[in-house]
């Protein structure tokens, strides 16, 4: 299967059809799977003391109340239990807003910050800091002490200083005291344009060069990651982030969303990349998968068969698919040697890696981890999602295909990231696979805990007809023959890209 852009979950490259499986057991039953991870038990309705002694990944906000319920706290806690992590919160103020605007601000005594981050911190076992508004310089230097009491194993600051309508929640003074004291103790920062601008003194940033000396001036004040977030450069179609490790600018592509509601999605970038860093991700991953989240995923797998077929190899095809648009690529190989697999697999990595693209291995769990891989895509017939993340690590991502709400639930039980569901329509890609229609996708995503990536037959002509579903936790499409068995394979991502970008937020 190839890879188009996808999101949380991840594509594949060409899949054939054929169905060799990976024999783990010669037995026909399977035996009873061990009991899922704790961290993974119920995580929305986890209980503080369960967060206190259980080993769970575990986000400390700081950060407004947002009335509204879009941005700040709000949106924090949604997006962390939505990739399993635990969220605590710190309140720094509590804001009286709605989609119009911000109409007040009733900020928190610093003492009473400091008493709230005392008790949280002193408490329980905080993995990662994640900070949003922070009105005062009292309340920023009150942070840092707490931070230098207390360290985590990462902070992730997000400098907001103006909401998405206008309105300044962090006073000006604040910039020199962000960017002295706590810049310095930040493992990522993640501004806007526009707060990158302000962090500067005010320097213009129109281009994604502009971009990348702001990362480069902001990493000087001593973060280890910047993330400059380019969704605001109105004047580009693209929405390009840069993100700088201090070594390499790697520039995450995403195409724009034509929507006015971005309100919160700051916020929950954020939220994200601290859930993942949580879960034991790298920095760069826990980035990409943040940025999936927020938009919608396109996944690609490729298929040897069909590249064949054209004329090119796996490489070119996976190349051809990230210049289209594709977010995640899955690399499926039902026909090839392991030998052959594993180079097409580390030929794929280097491609994907220095776009910032993460990539799937369909079936094979010792191909993932011999190319270093960014996570598996297994079936009802493969290895369990549990046995894959016991291989993998906990910053891998592990999609599991699911027909049922039963086995939704079990993917979500093992500590998947998210659930392929399908076929949605008849496919030949796929031997003897039953299709699921419209009814059967929708009874999966009401049920998934998970993110569900659609898949089976979707092309250019009904893809926007899936999307258009609204299912909730449909996230993208896993696509396979509607790019791969195409003379181009860019024109058929980007066909297929806008229609989902424009399907997806409407
Ligand atoms: C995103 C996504 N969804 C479903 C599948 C199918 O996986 P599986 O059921 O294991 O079938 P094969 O791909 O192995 O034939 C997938 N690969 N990706
Ligand atoms: C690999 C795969 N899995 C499916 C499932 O239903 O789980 S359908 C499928 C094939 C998808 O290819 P195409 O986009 O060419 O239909
Ligand atoms: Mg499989």
Redesign the pocket.
């Known amino acids: 299967?190839a890879a188009a852009p996808q999101q949380s979950v991840h594509p594949s490259l060409p899949?054939s059809t054929s169905t060799l499986r990976l024999l783990i057991s010669s037995s026909p039953r399977r035996p009873p799977p061990p009991p899922p991870r704790a961290r993974r038990y119920n995580r929305l309705a986890a209980s503080a003391s369960a967060a206190r002694e259980m080993p769970w990944p575990h986000v400390l906000t700081v950060a407004g109340s947002d009335s509204g319920g879009g941005a700040g706290i709000q949106a924090d806690i949604k997006a962390c239990a939505a990739l399993g992590a635990y969220c605590s919160s710190v309140v720094t103020a509590v804001t009286a807003q709605n989609t119009a605007g911000v109409q007040g601000i009733h900020v928190v005594p610093e003492e009473f910050i400091r008493e709230q981050l005392n008790s949280v911190l002193s408490d329980m076992s905080v993995d990662v800091v994640k900070t949003g508004m922070l009105p005062s310089i009292g309340v920023v230097r009150v942070l840092c002490e707490s931070l230098k009491k207390f360290p985590v194993k990462a902070l992730v600051v997000d400098p907001v200083m103006v909401s998405t309508s206008g309105d300044i929640l962090s006073e000006s003074s604040t910039l020199s005291v962000y960017r002295d004291e706590l810049f310095a103790m930040a493992d990522i920062v993640t501004p806007n344009v526009k707060e990158a601008s302000r962090l500067l003194g005010g320097v213009s940033l129109r281009t994604v060069s502009d971009m990348r000396n702001a990362a480069e001036s902001i990493y000087k004040f001593g973060p280890k990651h910047v993330l400059v977030k380019g969704g605001d450069m109105l004047e580009s179609s693209d929405a390009t982030d840069v993100f700088f490790d201090g070594k390499e600018f790697i520039e995450l592509h995403a195409h724009r969303i034509k929507t006015h509601n971005t309100h919160g999605t700051g916020c929950t970038l954020a939220s994200c990349i601290a859930s993942e860093l949580a879960k034991g991700a790298t920095m760069l991953h826990a980035v990409q998968v943040a940025k999936n989240f927020v938009e919608s995923a396109l996944h690609h797998?490729t298929?040897s068969g069909m590249n064949k077929k054209w004329g090119r190899s796996i490489k070119e095809a996976v190349q051809a698919a990230i210049e289209g648009g594709a977010t995640i690529v899955q690399l499926?190989e039902k026909d090839s040697e392991t030998r052959e697999f594993l180079e097409a697999a580390k030929a794929c990595m280097e491609i994907c890696k220095s776009s910032g693209v993460p990539l799937l291995i369909n079936d094979r769990v010792d191909i993932a981890l011999a190319c270093n891989a960014d996570g598996v895509h297994v079936?009802q017939s493969d290895m369990s999602a549990h046995e894959v993340r016991e291989l993998l690590g906990p910053g891998k991502i592990i999609g599991v295909?699911c027909?049922t709400p039963a086995q939704a639930q079990q993917a979500w039980n093992d500590g998947a990231d998210y659930i392929?569901?399908?076929?949605?329509?008849p496919?030949?890609?796929?031997a003897n696979?039953p299709t699921?229609g419209f009814d059967g996708l929708k009874t999966v995503c009401l049920a998934s805990k998970l993110p569900v990536v659609a898949?089976?037959?979707?092309?250019a002509s009904n893809a926007g007809s899936v999307m258009e579903l609204g299912l909730p936790n449909l996230k993208g499409v896993?696509?396979?023959?509607?790019l791969f068995?195409r003379p181009s394979v860019v024109a058929e991502t980007r066909n297929m890209k806008s229609i989902l970008t424009n399907t997806s937020r409407t």
């Open positions: 299967m899949s797998m298929d499926r079936g295909s027909k392929g569901c399908g076929g949605v329509f496919t030949s890609t796929k696979n699921l898949i089976g037959g979707i092309n896993a696509v396979v023959s509607a068995d």
